[in-house]
T-cell receptor, first 113, second 114 residues
Framework: DGGITQSPKYLFRKEGQNVTLSCEQNLNHDAMYWYRQDPGQGLRLIYY???????QKGDIAEGYSVSREKKESFPLTVTSAQKNPTAFYLC????????????FGQGTRLTVV | QKEVEQDPGPLSVPEGAIVSLNCTYS??????FMWYRQYSRKGPELLMYTYSSGNKEDGRFTAQVDKSSKYISLFIRDSQPSDSATYLCAMSAGVIQGAQKLVFGQGTRLTINP
């Protein structure tokens, strides 16, 4: 079945460490997105990519980095520069047609210990 | 002021009640309006999608968009315990500079009590 897969489901990070969250899709979608979800704040856009080898900063990109070397993959690195990284991270993808929905992965819950 | 405002709740209603969820927005360029349902510790899933103003009905769910008031609503009829979830509104102005971005509300946490 087509879909979008995030891994791991739960991730623990020590202070000062970088961690990378995986996002893979087999929907043949060009556009991929990373969101952060905190209680009471909804989803906030971190980075997005419309095509391979191109990506743009979203509203809260500081302390994060991404790459888009393959159409199927859009990993997110949470760097030590991100001061408050504990959150639920969601990856999404979307086709070109404006009438297509954004499909979300099941999320990664990152906790700093 | 946030571009999209949504009452975070929580909202608790008895089974069978009609539920009304709402969002207001400030960006008049928004043309595409969506409602997502998110169960605890899961990713959001699309519930309703509306372009421009008007109503759209799908089973027990009705989405309304009033662009003149910058106000959208989701109605749930004959609510069921399985409808208990967080409901997120989302909006888009379409493709701008080659990119399409969704702006989300804060989400409303809904509980339907048996």
């Amino acid at each position: 079945d087509g879909g979008i897969t995030q891994s791991p489901k739960y991730l623990f990070r020590k202070e000062g460490q970088n961690v990378t969250l995986s996002c893979e899709q087999n929907l043949n979608h060009d556009a991929m997105y990373w969101y952060r979800q905190d209680p009471g704040q909804g989803l906030r856009l971190i980075y997005y990519s419309q095509i391979v080898n191109d990506f743009q900063k979203g509203d809260i990109a500081e302390g994060y980095s991404v790459s888009r070397e393959k159409k199927e993959s859009f990993p997110l690195t949470v760097t030590s520069a991100q001061k408050n990284p504990t959150a639920f991270y969601l990856c999404a993808s979307r086709g070109e047609d404006m009438n297509t929905e954004a499909f979300f992965g099941q999320g990664t819950r990152l906790t700093v210990v | 002021q946030k571009e999209v405002e949504q009452d975070p709740g929580p909202l608790s209603v008895p089974e069978g009640a009609i539920v009304s969820l709402n969002c207001t927005y400030s960006n008049s360029a928004f043309q595409y309006f969506m409602w997502y349902r998110q169960y605890s510790r899961k990713g959001p899933e699309l519930l309703m999608y509306t372009y421009s103003s008007g109503n759209k009905e799908d089973g027990r769910f009705t989405a309304q968009v009033d662009k003149s008031s910058k106000y959208i609503s989701l109605f749930i009829r004959d609510s069921q315990p399985s409808d208990s979830a967080t409901y997120l509104c989302a909006m888009s102005a379409g493709v701008i500079q080659g990119a399409q971005k969704l702006v989300f509300g804060q989400g409303t946490r809904l509980t339907i009590n048996p």
